[in-house]
């Protein structure tokens, strides 16, 4: 009798096993939770469809089913049956750096269907071109997809794209106090991060030397031009090396500084023996530069 009633319960639940088909070439249009409605199931509930979905989006290339099935069936201890045998699962941003010539610099950090399902199913022989134009490659960017099919059959779709310009920066290692000089270059360290809209980040340190800190700076900030003021590196008064420069010739005399001068800015230097004004760009400490 035991052995009967167990033979039933087990044909039962057999009968009852969440059975999935699968098409045979799927494209992951986004990230996130999402539920392929667009699949054929029977005794599924919206759980374990999600859970396939999200199993789905992790996976790349050409997927045994049964890895798929038992994946999903630890995640909600249920008996799922999924065919055919293997499938195919695309994503849509590995298609876009495919085909579409992204500049240097510019990653995709996210996409998103547009008005459709998140997994598209292609038939076979369906070819799908991606077009952007005109692509600015901004945060927000709607690109088409084209599906054409053996049978002249042609279908449009569109997606989102968040595209992100991607900048070396430095980040600070450990705290540093105002007014401080970064002389200790390994208390930086070198990163590709985003661009932060209308902030200045440091992108070399050739001529970090020539700044102090203008606030304290917390370990883990990354290193703004806003973060610094520029050192006085001629001061009036003092005895300035000049460098007078042309494309033929490269003449270097001394003079005093009228004015104080940072990196870059531009201070006039009097030459006593000549009675001779000159105008120059302070390029080093006590150094300027006249460009004829």
Not at 33 to 60: H, R, W, Y
Not at 264 to 292: A, M, R, S
Request: charged residues 20%.
């Amino acid at each position: 009798m035991k052995f009967f009633i167990f033979s039933f319960l087990f044909l039962s639940s057999w009968c009852l096993a969440c059975e999935v088909r699968l098409p045979h070439h799927v494209i992951v249009l986004g990230e996130g939770m999402s539920s392929p409605k667009n699949f054929e199931a029977k005794n599924c509930d919206d759980k374990t469809l999600i859970d396939l979905g999200q199993v789905m989006s992790t996976l790349e290339g050409k997927i045994p089913t049964q890895q798929i099935a038992e994946i999903v069936s630890q995640k909600g201890n249920i008996s799922l049956k999924i065919s055919p045998v293997t499938i195919t699962v695309q994503h849509l941003k590995s298609l876009i750096r495919e085909q579409l010539l992204i500049p240097s610099g510019i990653q995709i950090k996210g996409t998103r269907a547009l008005n459709t399902s998140n997994f598209l199913t292609l038939n076979p022989g369906d070819k799908l071109t991606i077009n952007c134009s005109p692509c600015f490659y901004s945060s927000q960017q709607t690109i088409n997809l084209n599906i054409s099919s053996l049978d002249g059959n042609k279908i449009s779709l569109a997606a989102a794209v968040h595209f992100a310009r991607m900048v070396r920066a430095y980040k600070v290692l450990s705290a540093l106090p105002s007014f401080s000089e970064i002389s200790n270059l390994d208390n930086l360290k070198e990163e590709y991060v985003e661009a932060i809209p209308h902030t200045e980040l440091l992108t070399d340190l050739e001529n970090l030397k020539f700044y102090r800190t203008n606030k304290p700076l917390r370990a883990g900030d990354l290193l703004k031009r806003s973060d610094l003021n520029p050192i006085n590196l001629v001061k009036a008064g003092l005895n300035t090396e000049v460098i007078i420069e042309s494309q033929v010739v490269r003449i270097k005399t001394h003079g005093i500084s009228r004015n104080n001068g940072s990196l870059g800015e531009v201070v006039e230097v009097f030459h006593p023996q000549k009675n001779k004004k000159y105008q120059g760009k302070v390029i080093d400490i006590n150094k300027v530069l006249v460009e004829l």
